[in-house]
């Protein structure tokens, strides 16, 4: 089969389509014919092996897991012996290792099922992007009806599904995005959109009951600013280094500034949940959540899919489809 291989960290430039072995799915696996998978940050930190804590996992000079992808969605090609929810010719998504190629395998509580009407684009769009939303907004951040939330980042993988599921959740949302991003954040159910080219939200006097912020530029200093005296916030992205200094010296500071006062300045490690995967699935045939989708590359194409997407510019999800049966 062809897949996104790499053995040395570095730029989209140690990434290589080749010809490998066909996987097989372990006892507890399934093994999917991949049609769609999506990129995200967490691919491009395996392939650069920073911040060097990625190396813990990923191995310590060079990579020891050789293919990327995490997000994917597709149809059940075979089961491990252990498998009980799901038989050859299922269409799936979740999550796996190795999405970046014809075949992936998966762990069965990764994956739900894909239902008809939700196609495999739709579908690779959600996991870590969305999970990241949902279980920063409701878990971490608290979100009730009513509430007045802001959305740094609104644009990107995550903003555009934190826009449109605290919007399901009854909140009253405000968008902070670029010029060009205005109408799409309108367009998804942003109540208010803030042009920052234009407008400081630090500086306008608009007060949140929960901030969620998929940029992460400002001091928190000033986030508490727009916070309401017993309002959250909410970190789920932002600047990093080699060794983690700026994230982990950021970390340390919420937890004294949330120990000193009613504000909370928390953050959000998304966990795969097949829970949540249904959660988001049914949001999506509501017609309550949308994925955005800003472009689309072939399975040789990843390199550039990862470099557009390092750019920071992109609109939504970025995503790799390798069939033309997104049914």
Known sequence: MKAIVYREYGSPNVLRFEEVEDPTA???EVLIKVCAAS???????????????VRIVAGLLKPKVTRLGADVAGQIEAIGKNITR??????????????????????ESALVVKPDDVTCEQAAC????????????????RLQPGQKVLV???????????????????????????????????????????????????????????????????PLSVCRSVLNPKGIYVGAGGPSDRWMMRPITR????????????????????????????????????????P????RYRLSE??????????????????????????
Request: net charge neutral; charged share 20%.
């Open 302 to 327: 990843v390199p550039e899919a990862i470099k557009y997407l390092e750019e920071g510019h992109a609109r939504g999800k970025v995503l790799i489809v390798l069939e033309d049966h997104n049914k």
């Open 86 to 107: 799901f038989k050859p010719g299922d269409p799936v998504f979740g999550t796996c290792k190795g999405a970046f190629a014809e075949y992936a395998c998966a762990r």
């Open 251 to 290: 970390l340390i500071k919420s937890l004294v500034l949330s120990a000193f006062g009613s504000q909370k300045l928390v953050g959000v490690l998304a966990k795969a949940s097949k829970e949540d995967l249904t959660t988001l699935c049914e949001l999506i045939q509501a017609g309550k959540v949308t």
């Open 26 to 28: 372990a006892d507890d």
């Open 39 to 53: 990129v995200n940050p967490y691919d491009w930190h395996f392939m650069r092996g920073t911040p060097y804590g």
């Open 152 to 218: 740094n980042g609104a644009s990107g993988g995550v903003g555009t599904f934190a826009v449109q599921i605290a919007k399901s959740f009854g909140a009253d949302v405000t968008g902070v995005c670029s010029t060009r991003n205005v109408e799409m954040v309108q367009s998804i159910g942003a109540d208010h959109v803030i042009d920052y080219t234009r407008e400081d939200f630090t500086r306008n006097g608009q007060r949140y009951d929960l901030f969620f912020d998929c940029i992460g530029q400002h």
């Open 292 to 295: 955005v989708i800003d472009r």
């Open 126 to 141: 959600v996991p870590i992007a969305a999970f990241t939303a949902l279980q920063g907004l409701r878990n971490r951040g």
